[in-house]
């Protein structure tokens, strides 16, 4: 195995622009009472602090900051995380008695299995490293790309990005044993290159490679796209690509010379 590719899913291997996003944009209207609909770039601009890789987590955050900046506290506003995750959840997979036929159901795929396969070709391993629930992560892998027990690492099993815990489970994995190759991460917020950043500081010995991907939604516009890459840039991508199989194997063996 000449190295590992990682990747991330959510604006990596389906678009979620209008998925996910819009599932928090919905949500954190619902929790305002209608008072505030956050736009893709207010969703951006809260994901470029790093630690907001959780949907659920960031539509409270926004709530809260909407009612802040209204001169109004958090505890005389109090938000239930459940009742969040419940609305968001709804939205995005679908209700109970009829999943994955929520918005979850329409996401455009990023990736094929005939990338992968190239990538097979060249010795070069590959899994997935996301924050989506395993269900969410799975029906996108498996049901969508006809993926058959991809190695993945989900919401849950590994502790929230940017701590890097879960790349070296899925690299250590993937190389059955000690990582010994170079182990690229691709994904496409400022969370997923600190945690390559992480991973660096953590097990300096090893080849990490962050590999930033610029999402659909950002790329409407060449600035809002070139703004996009410097915010990947400055968070320490070592390379940018506007589709994730741009990230060729030849490309690969270059990043890694």
């Known amino acids: 195995m000449k190295a590992i590719a990682v990747f991330d899913i959510d604006g990596v291997v389906r678009d979620v622009g209008g998925s996910y996003r819009r599932a928090i944009m919905d949500t954190v209207e619902h929790f305002t009472q209608g008072q505030y ?41 109090p938000l239930d995380y459940d009742e969040i995750v419940d609305y968001f959840q709804i939205r995005y997979r ?22 992968l396969q190239s990538l097979s070709d060249a ?3 590959w899994g997935f490293f996301s924050g989506a629930t395993r269900g969410s992560a799975g029906f996108v892998l498996e049901k969508r790309l006809g993926l058959t027990n991809p190695l993945l690492v989900a919401m849950g099993e590994a502790p929230d990005k940017p701590e890097p815990a879960g790349l070296f489970s899925a690299a250590e994995t993937l190389i059955n044993g000690s990582i010994s190759v170079p182990v ?74």
Not at 95 to 111: C, H, K, T, V
């Open 37 to 77: 609909r956050p736009s893709a770039t207010d969703i951006d601009q809260l994901k470029t602090e790093g630690i907001w890789n959780n949907d659920w987590k960031a539509s409270q955050e926004l709530a809260y900051r909407y009612f802040e900046n209204q001169g109004q506290s958090r505890e005389a506003n």
């Open 94 to 115: 679908g209700p109970e008695d009829a999943p994955f036929s929520g918005y979850i159901s329409n996401e455009p795929l990023l990736m094929s299995q005939a990338y």
């Open 184 to 257: 690229i991460y691709a994904g496409d917020t400022v969370a997923d290159m600190y945690t390559i950043r992480h991973a660096k500081e953590q097990r300096p010995e090893g080849q990490w490679i962050a590999v930033g991907v610029l999402p659909p939604h950002v790329q409407e516009t060449a600035e809002r796209a070139e703004q996009y890459t410097q915010v990947l840039t400055d968070a320490g991508a070592d390379c940018i690509v506007a589709n994730i199989e741009e990230l060729t194997p030849e490309k690969i063996i270059a990043l890694i010379a």
């Open 123 to 125: 010795g070069i391993g």
